[in-house]
């Protein structure tokens, strides 16, 4: 922003100097002087295009104070050089003008280094941004696996008891206590609805997911409904499933526990079509409102990397994150528009 306006006091410097000697009408002087500037201007765009290869700087990974600060600069090179340009106006001599051009262009050399520098540090930033982010998949697959494994010795515990169970049951029809045989029967179905083999989606990976936080929730009271429309193969990651799905859900069931067992719920809803993912994830919440959407976990640092964590791999493909309180239900919906179906 400085040097593209700075190139303005330079030309205008340039005019004053040509204005009277090189140029008879003063309008062609001017025309003249506006068209090498425009020049000068394509040149510099074209330049920081070529530098940067097409990446912008991201001010806003920059902590407030700084950004506030960066702003200034180009600004006050402006005054400068505008000060300058009315010392030469006062001041008609060829000195003056060197000198003034001079200090013109330090102030563009300072702009571009500071340029360079801000570019330095939104580099480290967004490198710690995917740090943290990578952190917080990782996070997120160990609790994953470990739920997994949770629910895997679930399953040999009930596979196990099942066998004691029906031992007892054939004691019970030899005996022909027929009390005991329907009791014991309507406790093993209750077993096996804990473990039965419930397809929530087409998708593999989205499935296995889903089918342990569902078991997460019947755990807590929680009552889980899902309706997932979804290929079985997209372009979108595991991991980046994870840490969309993860977060966005555990935040539901730990917000749903926080009011009384019966009006528990939790629903999951996601649709794919023509290359963009639907994800909307509804909860109960007690009634208070909170319009800010801050955190009413113990942790309110690790909550709070968990949907930068969404919102950052959401960006990757071109998605948003919406976030609505509803007073009795809290509604996160996030819309994916840069999802290729594989097959």
């Known amino acids: 922003m400085g040097l593209v306006v700075i190139a303005e006091p330079i030309g205008y410097i340039i005019y004053l100097t040509l204005a009277g000697g ?177 397809i929530y989606s087409a998708n593999p990976g989205l499935n296995s997911l889903i089918k342990v936080k569902v078991a997460k929730a019947r755990e807590k009271g929680i009552e ?23 977060n966005l859900i555990d935040n539901a069931i730990e917000a749903s526990m926080k009011i009384q067992r019966e009006k528990r719920f939790v629903d999951v809803e996601t649709k794919y079509q023509d290359g963009k993912l639907l994800i909307v994830v509804s909860n109960s919440k007690n009634m208070e409102s909170n319009p800010a959407f801050a955190t009413t976990k113990e942790n309110k640092r690790k909550h709070g990397r968990g949907i930068r964590s969404v919102r950052r791999v959401a960006e990757q493909y071109g998605g948003n994150l919406l976030l609505e309180d509803e007073g009795g239900t809290f509604k996160a919906s996030l819309l994916l528009t840069n999802v290729e179906r594989l097959e």
Do not use: W
């Open 22 to 198: 090189v140029f008879e009408h003063e309008i062609v002087g001017y025309y003249f002087v506006v068209f090498v500037m425009e020049v000068f201007l394509l040149l510099v765009v074209e330049l920081f295009c070529k530098i940067k290869a097409g990446k912008n700087v991201r001010v806003s990974l920059l902590p407030k104070e700084i950004a506030y600060t960066l702003e200034l600069i180009p600004f006050a090179s402006v005054v400068s050089c505008f000060l300058l340009i009315e010392i030469a106006g006062e001041i008609m001599s060829a000195d003056t003008m060197i000198l003034c051009m001079c200090v013109i262009f330090s102030i563009v050399v300072t702009n571009y280094i500071v340029f360079l520098m801000v570019h330095k540090y939104t580099g480290m930033a967004e490198k710690r941004l995917e740090e943290e982010m990578i952190y917080q998949e990782i996070a997120y697959n160990n609790e994953y696996y470990q739920d997994v494994e949770k629910y895997q010795e679930q399953i040999q515990d009930i596979k196990h008891d099942m066998k004691n169970k029906l031992a007892v049951l054939y004691d019970g029809v030899e005996r022909g206590e027929r009390e005991f045989v329907r009791d014991t029967l309507a406790e093993m179905l209750g077993d096996i609805r804990l473990a039965e083999d419930i």
């Open 224 to 246: 889980m409904t899902v309706k997932a429309f979804v290929p079985k193969r997209m372009s979108i990651s595991f991991g980046d499933m994870g840490v969309i799905y993860g």
